[in-house]
């Protein structure tokens, strides 16, 4: 079993930054990849970006794009999500994914199911 931890989430003001935090723990033989996705209200949940040891980080919404940043820290386990020039429209709950088990990774990182571990999200409110 893999737990995920976030942090980070909170509200901040149009053009603020945040830098949201998911760190796995438990058997962790494989975890790669790790991603950001985010759901806000009344809409369906969105992948925003991923990160693997191959082939590199991937930024998905094009509204996001040149603001938002993926890392990952494999000596911790952790992965990030750098969040500059905030937005209203980046509302939402921001959820940690992850693919982790003991044989290599098989799945798609664009489709959810392809993620077996999920955070329990943080809430990221925009707004003057």
């Known amino acids: 079993q893999v737990q995920l931890a976030e942090s980070g989430g909170g509200l901040v003001q149009p053009g603020g930054s945040l830098r949201l935090s998911c760190a796995a723990s438990g058997n962790i033989f494989r975890i790669n990849p790790m991603g950001w996705y985010r759901q806000a209200p009344g809409k369906e949940r969105e992948l925003v970006a991923t990160?693997?040891?191959?082939?590199?980080?991937?930024i998905f919404p094009d509204s996001v794009k040149g603001r938002f940043t993926i890392s990952r820290d494999n000596a911790k386990n952790t992965v990030y999500l750098q969040m500059n020039s905030l937005k209203s429209d980046d509302s939402a709950v921001y959820y940690c994914?992850?693919?982790?088990?003991?044989?290599?990774?098989?799945?798609?990182?664009?489709?959810?199911?392809?993620?077996?571990?999920w955070g329990q999200g943080t809430q990221v409110t925009v707004s003057s």
């Open positions: 990160i693997t040891n191959s082939a590199g980080s991937t």
């Open positions: 994914a992850v693919s982790a088990g003991l044989g290599p990774f098989r799945g798609t990182i664009i489709e959810e199911k392809s993620y077996n571990y």
